[in-house]
C-alpha cells in the first residue's frame, strides 16, 4: 500500500494504516526486519517511522531486538490466537457440512509466518480416522493445506518460506528438495488443488483447496487413509472442498 493510496481512501486514518503497513511489512520480512528495510518498503520519511514504531513499541505490538532489528511483539500472539479460533468456528459448518458428505475429517489452516496453523477441525465419524490438534504448527511442504497455501504464492515468496522453515522428510514421500517442491506446485495451480499422499503419514491422503483471496492464506481439506481415500474419492471431493472455499471466502469478504 502506498502512501498516495493510504491517503486516497474516503474516512480513512493515515497514521492507522501506516501503523498497520509497518507491522504488515515486519511479518512479510519473516517476523523481523530493519529500519532501512521498514523505510524503503513503506516509502514514507524516516522520522514518520520513528514515530509510529515508538507508538507501536509502546503498546507492545513491535519490539526491538538487542541487534536493533525490529521484530513483531508478543501482543499479538493473543490477538492472532483470538482472530485464528473466531475464523475456524465461524467456518466450521462448512467443514462439517464435508464431513457429512464424504466421510473423513476435515480441517482448515492459515499461513503463520513460515509455517501453517490448523484453526478448525471436524473429525469423521469413523473409528480409524485422522486427528490434527487445533492450533498445531506444521510445515508447508508436506501438508495438503500447506501446499495449497504455497500455490497461491510466487515462487520467490515460496522459496524465501521454505528455506527458513527448513524442509523435514517425515516420510519417504516428502519433499525434501526445492525443486521437487517447485514442480508440485506448478501442477496445483494448473489443476486447482493440492494432495498430501503419503507426504505428511504414511498410510494417508489428503485433498486440499486454498480459499480464494482470503485475507491471510489459507485453505481446507479432508484426509483418511488410503483405504477410503483414494482417486474416486477425489474426484467427488474436490468440487465439494472447491464450493465450501468459495463459501468461506465469500462469509470472510
Known amino acids: 500500500m502506498t502512501t498516495e493510496t493510504a491517503t486516497a481512501r474516503s474516512g480513512s486514518v493515515q497514521s492507522v494504516e501506516r501503523a498497520f503497513e509497518l507491522i504488515e511489512i515486519i511479518a512479510r520480512a519473516g517476523g523481523e526486519t530493519t529500519l532501512s528495510g521498514l523505510a524503503g518498503d513503506a516509502g514514507l520519511p524516516l522520522p514518520t517511522i520513528h514515530r509510529l514504531l515508538r507508538t ?8 526491538q531486538l538487542p541487534n536493533r532489528r525490529y521484530a513483531l511483539g508478543a501482543r499479538l500472539i493473543h ?3 483470538q482472530a485464528g479460533q473466531q475464523i475456524g468456528t465461524g467456518t466450521r459448518p ?21 509455517m501453517v496453523v490448523y484453526v478448525a477441525q471436524v473429525p ?15 510445515h508447508l511442504h508436506d501438508t495438503g493445506v500447506g501446499k495449497a497455501i504455497l500455490a497461491t504464492l510466487d515462487d520467490e515468496t515460496v ?10 522428510t517425515p516420510t519417504p514421500k516428502s519433499h525434501g528438495d526445492l525443486d521437487g517442491l517447485l514442480a508440485d506446485l506448478a ?16 498410510g494417508v ?36 472442498l472447491e464450493a465450501a472455499a468459495a463459501r468461506i471466502a ?3 469478504g
Open 56 to 63: 507501536l513499541l509502546a503498546l507492545g505490538y513491535v519490539r
Open 79 to 81: 490477538l492472532g490466537e
Open 94 to 114: 462448512e467443514l462439517q457440512k464435508l464431513v457429512a458428505d464424504l466421510g473423513e475429517t476435515a480441517n482448515m489452516a492459515m499461513l503463520d509466518q513460515d
Open 124 to 138: 469423521s465419524p469413523h473409528a480409524m480416522r485422522m486427528f490434527t490438534e487445533v492450533g498445531r504448527r506444521a
Open 159 to 168: 522459496t524465501e518460506l521454505v528455506t527458513r522453515a527448513g524442509m523435514p
Open 187 to 202: 501442477r496445483i495451480r494448473q489443476r486447482g488443488y493440492a494432495i498430501d499422499d503419503e507426504e505428511q503419514e504414511l
Open 205 to 240: 491422503r489428503c485433498y486440499s483447496v486454498a480459499v480464494p483471496g482470503a485475507p491471510t492464506p489459507m485453505a481446507i481439506s479432508v484426509s483418511g487413509p488410503l483405504t477410503r481415500v483414494d482417486l474416486g474419492f477425489g474426484d467427488k471431493a474436490v468440487p465439494l
Open 250 to 252: 465469500r462469509a470472510l
